[in-house]
Nanobody, 129 residues
Framework: HVQLVESGGGSVQAGGSLRPSCAAS????????MGWFRQAPEKEREKVAF????????YYADAVKGRFTISQDNANNTVYLQMNSLKPEDTAMYYC???????????????????????WGQGTQVTVS
């Protein structure tokens, strides 16, 4: 039974930082594209950042490039999203997701749509005021 559990969201003022984490259990992911997505009210879910478990290649959406950093701790099956210089427009529910058996080039190129991620966490709210 695969589970992804996010934590570490919260409320901060503009310019602040948060570091949500995503802990995976029930499966040790390899050759997997781990992703962070976000969804604001009445908006579509959008990709934020991806990391490929084997090698650590990353992808960032233009809106977060230079401010957010995705990283992984393979020993603990955990993925992090360091979010700095937060803006009000970053306010959303943030979701962790996993796409097993992914291709590294597709992951690092940000080509995977949300529908290709088979495992999802419950989300963690980030509010920037």
């Amino acid at each position: 039974h695969v589970q992804l559990v996010e934590s570490g969201g919260g409320s901060v003022q503009a310019g602040g930082s948060l570091r949500p984490s995503c802990a995976a259990s029930g499966y040790t992911f390899s050759s997997t594209c781990m992703g962070w997505f976000r969804q604001a009210p009445e908006k579509e879910r959008e990709k934020v950042a991806f990391i490929y478990t084997d090698g650590g290649d990353t992808y960032y959406a233009d809106a977060v490039k230079g401010r957010f950093t995705i990283s992984q701790d393979n020993a603990n099956n955990t993925v992090y999203l360091q979010m700095n210089s937060l803006k009000p427009e970053d306010t959303a529910m943030y979701y962790c997701a996993a796409n097993p058996a992914a291709l590294e080039s597709y992951c690092s190129g940000g080509f995977y749509r949300p529908t290709l991620f088979g495992y999802w966490g419950q989300g963690t709210q980030v509010t920037v005021s």
